[in-house]
């Protein structure tokens, strides 16, 4: 069965500092991981998207970095604002399709940025 | 552009009572999509339209759901004789083409269901 772990499931931090979540998939066979953003309220932005071929890039603060191998990716924030207060979903794309369309969602992190 | 919009943005209703959220996607997004987000939890899959194929109904979670999507645009999600475990936001997404092989969905704000 494809899934998609989030960690940690909630965080808290200081306005400046860094953080790293972490999304762990058994996703087969593997077509994209895609990290999206939902501010409190609103419908889920993505972020940026990750394919196989893809160890890191970047989109601003944000990192996101995939190890295909260990299927294994994170989302790195760097001098996190108060603005980056959202709770953050990766979602994995099976290239097989199937049910919803392949896609496979995680719960998401919970990111608190603390004044 | 225009985002995917959803309506109403609250909905407020009695046990029993039959309840339609509507979902206008971004225009010519061939795929439409229905989550259901309860409170602290992810998005729970409920119905993939894509072009004129049938739909993947395979996360409605009882025949008191339905949807449909009139001439390839707007899409009408329907719970009938609701229950209060019906109470939950329900998130609409468009997307061109098909998501597993690129492109992102696009959300919308979600209808926000109380169910009393």
């Known amino acids: 069965k494809n899934q998609v772990e989030q960690s940690p499931q909630s965080l808290i931090i200081l306005e400046g500092k860094n953080c790293t979540l972490q999304c762990n998939y058994t996703v087969s066979p593997f077509s994209n991981l895609r990290w999206y953003k939902q501010d409190t309220g609103r419908g889920p932005v993505s972020l940026t998207i990750m394919t196989f071929s893809e160890n890191t890039k970047s989109n601003g603060r944000y990192t996101a970095t995939l190890d295909a191998d260990t299927k294994q990716s994170s989302l790195h924030i760097t001098a996190s604002q108060l603005s980056d207060s959202a709770s953050y979903i990766c979602?994995?794309?099976?290239?097989?399709?199937?049910?919803?369309?392949?896609?496979?969602f995680g719960k998401g992190t919970h990111l608190i940025i603390q004044p | 552009g225009a985002g995917v919009s959803q309506s109403p943005s609250n909905k407020v209703t009695e046990k029993g009572k039959d309840v339609e959220l509507r979902c206008d996607p971004i225009?010519?997004?061939?795929?439409l999509y229905w989550y259901r987000q309860s409170l602290g939890q992810g998005l729970e899959f409920l119905i993939y339209f894509q072009g004129n194929s049938a739909p993947d109904k395979s996360g409605l979670p009882s025949d008191r759901f339905s949807a449909e999507r009139t001439g390839g645009s707007v899409s009408t999600l329907t719970i009938q004789r609701t229950q209060q475990e019906d109470s939950a936001v329900y998130l609409c997404a468009s997307s061109l083409g098909t998501p597993r092989w690129g492109p992102p969905l696009h959300f919308g704000n979600g209808t926000r269901l109380t169910v009393t």
């Open positions: 225009s010519g997004h061939t795929a």
């Open positions: 979602v994995v794309s099976s290239s097989s399709g199937g049910g919803a369309d392949g896609l496979t």
